[in-house]
């Protein structure tokens, strides 16, 4: 059972590019989101969604978008990456109401240069 | 803005010590905080959670004390162990606006030494 499986596990970006960061679960949850983690900042929600064709903004949405086409794959997508988007990124996906626990991949961390 | 403020941000115990994070939030709205622990190069993973009509919650070595008045909760780690050294995350979240978002604390890096 593989879970919540990001790629690339590492990626080094120049200002200005373009990238999609890949999530797929394989546990039929209805419910995904992003958060990027940041040194003394925790986790901070990026955007979400709660099923395929719904997705909404969390606290930092701003140059992320996102799409979710099927159950499975929720891609995060950096439209003109910045430095201030150095991050280690987590996909997390879980059942859908409150008390279900959340399920995140391993990160991605990415360095914009 | 961080909705959950959480301390120490750091926090060395010795073997077999009580381990002790606290978070504390501000919106009443808010009725379901869990822990995450996380260990280096892993996602975040849930440890114990509680609501705030029950004050403590036990799962084995892990403790959640839970205080409305106050707006306060925390996690105790009773004899802890190195295997215990990770980064903890409070958060919050709350029952309304469809599915589990949650507001995380900034997090807590725990090393127990031997």
């Known amino acids: 059972n593989a879970g919540v499986t990001q790629t690339p596990k590492f990626q080094v970006l120049k200002t200005g590019q373009s990238m999609t960061l890949q999530c797929a679960q394989d546990?039929?949850?209805?419910?995904m989101s992003w958060y990027r983690q940041d040194p003394g900042m925790g986790l901070r929600l990026i955007h979400y969604s709660v099923g395929a064709g719904i997705t909404d903004q969390g606290e930092v949405p701003n140059g992320y978008n996102v799409s979710r086409s099927t159950t499975e794959d929720f891609p995060l997508r950096l439209l003109s990456a910045a430095p201030s988007q150095t991050s280690v990124y987590f996909c997390?996906?879980?059942?859908?109401?409150?008390?279900?626990?959340?399920?995140f991949g391993n990160g991605t961390r990415l360095t914009v240069t | 803005q961080q909705q959950v403020k959480q301390s120490p941000q750091s926090l060395i115990v010795q073997k077999g010590g009580i381990s002790i994070i606290n978070c504390a939030y501000e919106n009443t709205a808010f009725d379901y905080f869990p822990w995450y622990q996380q260990f280096p190069g892993k996602g975040p993973a849930l440890l114990i959670a509680i609501r705030p009509d029950v004050s403590e919650k036990k799962e084995g070595r892990f403790t959640i004390s839970f205080n409305k008045s106050a707006k306060q909760f925390s996690l105790h780690i009773m004899d802890s162990q190195p295997g215990d050294s990770a980064t903890y995350f409070c958060a919050e979240g709350a029952s309304t606006g469809g599915g589990n978002k949650l507001t995380f604390g900034t997090g807590t890096q725990l090393k127990v030494e031997l």
């Open positions: 546990m039929n949850h209805e419910y």
């Open positions: 997390a996906s879980s059942t859908g109401g409150l008390n279900s626990p959340l399920h």
